[in-house]
């Protein structure tokens, strides 16, 4: 099975004299090809998370890695357990004052189709054994059933038409992977929002295999 985690870093708001809304908007897949490698990065990130917990004097107990909220050292320490671990991350980057008038207005729309630009650029054509799509529970019944039958129709012309699908909208409490998604997810944010490479120099190299801008 072909695991495709999916996360993002930024927000979809367009308000700029009102609000102060980013610049960036980040959406990130992680792949994972099969279940073993899905147990080791899970491993990983409990051995960080144990890590981190287990700290003299800590007054709160973390029950997930955030990239906003996780210190380099941790993400470091995270990265040493993960990196020879087999995986590719692929993301897209949004420049929000680029996008056309008409799509700001209908965020759902824009999601989807970022969502599906960028899986145009993972592999999964020989893919034997299926694909699950797994992403943060953060929508609507009816916006989790407009991206699962957008991204289903999408996949059509590019997969053999027996191939098993999955869909998994999940919290990342639950579904582990999603937080090391979120961690690299974050990174790459940080490099296009405040120029700040020094954790996205740690696993780009090794670690990108697609990344480029929305629209150019």
């Known amino acids: 099975m072909l695991y495709l985690f999916l996360d993002e870093s930024g927000d979809l708001g367009f308000d700029f004299v009102n609000k102060k809304p980013s610049a960036y908007f980040v959406i990130t897949v992680m792949t994972v090809d099969g279940k073993d490698d899905c147990m080791k990065i899970k491993l990983a990130i409990k051995r960080t998370l144990k890590k981190l917990n287990s700290r003299k004097g800590k007054k709160r107990f973390i029950q997930e890695l955030k990239g906003s909220d996780t210190t380099i050292s941790v993400k470091k320490y995270f990265y040493e357990k993960c990196k020879d671990i087999e995986f590719g991350i692929y993301s897209l980057i949004l420049k929000k004052k680029k996008v056309s008038k008409n799509l700001t207005s209908k965020k759902t729309?824009?999601?989807?189709?970022?969502?599906?630009?960028?899986?145009?650029?993972?592999?999964?054509?020989?893919?034997?054994?299926?694909?699950?799509?797994?992403?943060?529970?953060?929508?609507?019944?009816?916006?989790?059933?407009?991206?699962?039958?957008?991204?289903?129709?999408?996949?059509?012309?590019?997969?053999?038409t027996n191939l098993p699908i999955y869909?998994?909208?999940?919290?990342?409490?639950?579904?582990?992977?999603?937080?090391?998604?979120?961690?690299?997810?974050?990174?790459i944010f940080r490099k296009y929002s405040k120029k700040d490479t020094e954790w996205y120099q740690i696993f780009s190299e090794q670690k990108i295999k697609f990344e480029d801008f929305y629209g150019e």
């Not at 039958?149 to 012309?157: F, G, T, V």
């Not at 869909?167 to 990174?187: N, P, R």
Request: proline share 1%.
């Open 109 to 160: 729309k824009l999601y989807n189709h970022i969502a599906c630009i960028l899986f145009d650029n993972v592999p999964m054509e020989n893919t034997k054994m299926g694909i699950e799509f797994i992403m943060d529970k953060c929508k609507r019944k009816i916006e989790i059933k407009e991206f699962n039958d957008y991204i289903l129709q999408h996949l059509k012309s590019r997969i053999a």
């Open 167 to 187: 869909f998994d909208h999940s919290d990342s409490k639950c579904v582990i992977e999603l937080q090391a998604t979120d961690l690299f997810s974050w990174g």
